[in-house]
């Protein structure tokens, strides 16, 4: 798993919003071995850091080959991310495309926004 890399935060005394859109996720669906793309939208209010883009895309990345179901990735994604930067506020969603007739939209948070 490839170390998801911060800075520090260059406004810390303020609270703003960072988004983050990955329209190429992948992982694999772990019932029937077929590629699931899905978009990431990762927001945060930081707070003593930031997560580094090109990091955050090769641990975006190192999902292609994992087995993993859209509930269970999309959490993993809040507490490693949550982990790394510790934010004050974080929400992860999973955006993933028609599979089947459905398509399904995941997202999870560390709490209400301070």
């Not at 694999?28 to 590629?35: A, E, W």
Request: with cysteine.
């Amino acid at each position: 798993m490839p170390e998801i890399e911060v800075f520090p935060n260059p406004a810390a005394q303020r609270d703003y919003l960072i988004k983050h859109v990955c329209p190429e996720f992948t992982s694999v669906c772990p019932k029937t071995g077929q590629p699931d793309f899905a978009t990431i939208e990762l927001e945060y209010i930081p707070d003593e850091s930031c997560i580094e883009l090109k990091s955050l895309k090769l641990y975006y990345y190192s999902f292609r080959n994992e087995g993993i179901y859209y509930e269970a990735v999309t959490n993993r994604l809040l507490d490693e991310l949550v982990e790394a930067c510790k934010p004050r506020w974080m929400r992860v969603t999973g955006i993933f495309n028609v599979r089947g007739g459905i398509s399904s939209v995941v997202a999870a948070e560390t709490g209400p926004r301070s």
